[in-house]
């Protein structure tokens, strides 16, 4: 006879001691600047994700007032005079008169139409300002009218997503790279640093590196047909014509651009793993690699293709090294006053406690989207074992790309699935006597 | 069953009633067997009577689980959590049959707050500190209160209007100063009970103690990769040195081992001649013979038993009576071969004479001879140890032994003037008190 292990039956609950959730349905909101997350608590993926960029033409609403596009199929969708914008400016909320318009849109478009039935847990950065914090807290309970509401540091909730209170996260996103030193779930605020060198500035880097050597950079949408030709070979495709006045905005190309510029980064582009720095010619990073396996082709909408070799590592170079960066764009970041992520975690370490600072090199939590970029966490795990050497250093990184991009939204589910944690949220009642300013006694 | 079918198909043999003769046998072997399902017969013929040495992996879908009773419906309920004061209902799902006693909220027991204490107007005058103002006091202990004495967290958050730049020890001396005057106020030191006063004891915060130690965690933190390395390998050669300590430590001890064993004290000088060689051959073939070995050892006087008798021990039986006789029977032979020598020859190797000698290997610093007795000879030793004199010489030549023997005596000699010296001088006090008495009295 075989002997079945014991089957938890249905009729009783799991001791609390194994499970400490609790789920309320409250909602998670994570608005990012490039994707704004949003799910249910207690669930795995966000199930709601859409693009922080949303499309509108001015004067095309009721009342002559701007209409918006919002949402993954409507922002990408061609249409004459549509200028594409983005709320959030330096991983914060710039524009509030969208903002909770795209957060709004990003609930009710998949989870739920009746915000005042579900508790809502939001996450911010570690550097928004309290004026933000309030203006939030504002919105969602003047607006959105939820029930109870919770504000929790991205960091943190990131930490929580690899099971880590005490750690520091290191998170890529698409504004900022920033570093967080957290303990026991609570930020150290003398720890915080960031640099603007995520998503958006690699995207830059690319663009530039494409304009310095000729290679022309079209969109999926312009071209109509393409047949294959040989590599560094003029494009044999046919473009799609637009009658004047028909033409898509700039910023519409621009984003659209961009969307083939992520693809160059998933696919092709590959952070230099060392020993050391890469190297400053390109001929002794040729000999440096010969090694490593050969070039990486890309092929662009229009059939264009390319082999990239040493190239692919220079792109990504100025994450660590800004002063090896590509400056021939407006508005780069400054190469020798901005920190590199060697330097930004230096940094970060400087005012961490010396007791915790074993501790939490031994948590090092990698997360982010641009963290998914091939050979990341080898350079990051080089540059902090070289940076200190004496402790133990344990970098950490979700090999699940799912978990990597949305772990601030799955630490926040997690938070606000937990029973313990329903004591914090902050109710309707409390802001009513309290004002906005709860927020900053609340959240820390 | 079907192979017995088979053969009955086979040798078309037909009809019931054989078939149920023959049926009990077969039956009655198939519960001795037992077959698994997985396993084919001619298979499980193979094994006999051995179980099998595998696990047999039986294909077989999962047991259907047995519920037990109906199934417990759920409901979406409101709850309020009593760690909360301003009433929020939130709703999740919860079993229907423990709708009653959801009263209290299972996750509100987690709500546990640290004890800060809090003092009055009255009590901080005691409390005062020149470097802490009252507000400053009052905005840590409400960070202490916030953050459940985090003090790492406190510190980063630490921004008090115009105050100075404090370190994490800084308000941790502060904190537990306050604690601990706090509590002597409130119960005197002297009526504490067993608990508060080792609560107090911990209370004691050493600030110099703990930036020491935060020092040198830093120093251990700041180490090259070079000094990682060093220090790695300084630990290998440590462990290396204490491990050949060991060996050593037990080589000596078997040194010593083999050193104290009982040894002959006779000389073999009895059997370097032939003769002698011819005796002991002799003396150890006889050994098997109990009579004759009575018969070869009865000439020298006292025998020894017979135990010792065997031929493996034969060096051991030198001691016996009997070879003592022989070596007294050629001692002057012998004496005739040794060359006297003159004093300074003595000197010069070393030779020496030993009025008395115990028998085995000795070493000469354990022969240190004791001329003090009794109680002296303790005390002798304390003002040695006093004096920081080794007990045992490191290099105990017999010069220095004699030195040392001296010395002991020497100070034997003092220690006893020193006692008697006291005696005196007590017993003139106490006659010249008793004399002072009787002057007064009279």
């Known amino acids: 006879m075989s002997s079945l292990q014991p089957t938890l039956s249905s009729n009783q609950a799991p001791s609390t001691v194994e499970y400490g959730g609790d789920e309320i349905s409250a909602i998670v909101l994570d608005p990012g600047t490039a994707w704004i997350r949003a799910g249910f608590a207690g669930e795995d993926t966000p199930k709601s994700v859409i693009p922080a960029d949303y499309g509108c033409i001015e004067g095309a609403g009721e009342n002559g007032g701007r209409k918006m596009f919002i949402g993954d199929n409507d922002v990408h969708a061609l249409r004459p005079g549509m200028e594409i914008r983005n709320p959030m400016n330096d991983g914060i909320v710039a524009d509030w008169d969208t903002a909770p318009l795209l957060w709004r849109a990003a609930i009710t478009s998949r989870l739920t139409t009746e915000l005042s039935e579900h508790p809502l847990l939001m996450t911010e950065p570690s550097w928004n300002p309290s004026k933000n914090r309030e203006r939030t807290i504002e919105v969602v309970f003047e607006d959105f009218d939820v029930p109870a509401f919770y504000l929790a540091k991205t960091g943190v909730c990131a930490g929580f997503a690899s099971g880590k209170a005490t750690g520091l996260v290191i998170d890529v996103g698409a504004s900022n790279i920033s570093i967080t030193p957290i303990h026991d779930g609570l930020v150290l605020k003398k720890g915080c640093t960031r640099s603007p060198l995520g998503g958006t500035f690699l995207s830059d880097q690319i663009r530039a590196y494409f304009a310095a050597v000729n290679i022309p950079l079209s969109a999926h949408y312009q071209v109509l047909s393409k047949s294959p030709v040989e590599a560094w070979k003029p494009a044999d495709a046919v473009y799609r014509a637009f009658a004047p006045g028909e033409e898509p905005t700039d910023s519409y190309r621009r984003f659209q651009e961009d969307r083939v510029l992520t693809e160059f980064k998933e696919c092709t582009a590959q952070v230099w793993t060392g020993p050391g720095l890469l190297p400053s010619t390109a001929q002794d990073a040729a000999s440096a690699m010969l090694s490593s396996p050969g070039g990486r082709p890309f092929e662009f909408p229009d059939g264009f293709n390319v082999v990239f070799n040493t190239e692919r590592f220079r792109v990504t170079e100025g994450i660590f090294h800004p002063p090896s960066m590509l400056t021939s764009y407006q508005h780069h970041p400054d190469p020798n006053s901005t920190l590199g992520l060697n330097q930004l975690i230096h940094q970060s370490m400087k005012d961490v406690d010396i007791e915790l600072k074993q501790l939490i090199l031994n948590n090092v939590v990698i997360t982010g989207a641009g963290s998914l970029l091939y050979g990341f966490t080898d350079r990051v795990n080089a540059e902090i074992a070289a940076a200190f050497p004496g402790p133990r250093v344990r970098v950490m990184a979700a090999g699940n790309s799912v978990e990597r991009r949305y772990a601030g939204w799955l630490g926040g589910s997690i938070l606000a699935s937990l029973g313990a944690f329903h004591q914090l949220w902050i109710s309707r009642k409390e802001y009513d006597e309290h004002g906005p300013n709860i927020v900053e006694k609340r959240c820390k | ?442």
């Open chain 2, 1 to 442: 069953m079907s192979g017995f079918q088979d053969v009955r198909d086979v040798m078309d043999i037909s009809g019931p009633s054989e078939c149920t003769a023959r049926a009990p046998p077969s039956k009655k072997q198939k519960t001795v067997e037992k077959r698994p399902d997985g396993i084919t017969r001619e298979l499980f013929a193979l094994l006999g009577e051995n179980p099998p040495p595998v696990a047999i992996v039986e294909n077989k879908f999962k047991e259907k689980p047995r519920w037990m009773g109906k199934a417990n419906p759920w409901v979406w309920k409101d709850f309020t959590n009593p760690a909360r004061n301003d009433g929020l209902v939130l709703r999740h799902w919860e079993r229907k049959s423990e709708e009653s006693q959801a009263l209290d909220y299972r996750f509100s027991k987690f709500n546990v707050k640290a004890d800060i204490p809090s003092y009055s107007d009255g009590e901080y005058e005691v409390l005062k500190d020149p470097d802490w103002p009252r507000e400053e006091t009052d905005y840590l202990f409400n960070l202490c209160r916030e953050y459940d004495l985090r003090f790492i967290i406190i510190w980063d958050r630490y921004d008090f209007l115009d105050g100075k730049t404090r370190s994490v020890e800084d308000l941790k001396a502060r904190y537990y100063s306050v604690c601990r005057s706090l509590m002597e106020l409130r119960t005197p030191l002297n009526q504490m009970s067993p608990e508060e006063t080792q609560f107090f004891g911990m209370l004691d915060f050493d600030k110099e103690r703990e930036s020491a130690r935060k020092k040198m965690a830093a120093v251990l933190f700041a180490r090259t990769p070079a000094e990682v390395s060093e220090e790695e390998m300084l630990l290998a050669e440590l462990k290396r040195i204490v491990m050949n300590q060991q060996r050593t430590l037990e080589e000596r001890k078997d040194l010593f081992n083999r050193l104290e064993m009982p040894n002959s004290t006779g000389s073999i000088a009895p059997y370097t001649g032939s003769q002698g060689l011819a005796h002991l051959r002799e003396m150890m073939v006889s050994s098997s013979d109990k009579n004759k070995k009575r018969k070869s050892i009865a000439m020298g006087g006292n025998g020894p038993d017979g135990a010792q008798q065997g031929p493996a021990v034969a060096s051991a039986a030198d001691k016996s009576g009997n070879t003592a006789a022989a070596s007294q029977k050629e001692a002057p032979q012998l004496k005739k071969q040794v060359r006297k020598l003159t004093d300074d020859e003595e000197k010069e190797y070393g030779v020496m004479y030993h009025e008395k000698l115990s028998q085995g290997v000795k070493f000469r610093s354990t022969m240190v001879a004791t001329n003090v007795k009794g109680g002296t000879a303790q005390k002798v030793q304390l003002a040695l140890a006093q004096l920081e004199i080794a007990q045992k010489l490191t290099m105990p030549t017999a010069k220095t032994i004699k030195k040392y023997e001296q010395l002991q005596s020497a100070v034997g000699i003092l220690l006893d003037t020193r006692k008697l010296l006291e005696k005196v001088e007590q017993e003139l006090r106490v006659l010249k008190a008793q004399q002072e008495a009787a002057k007064e009295e009279t």
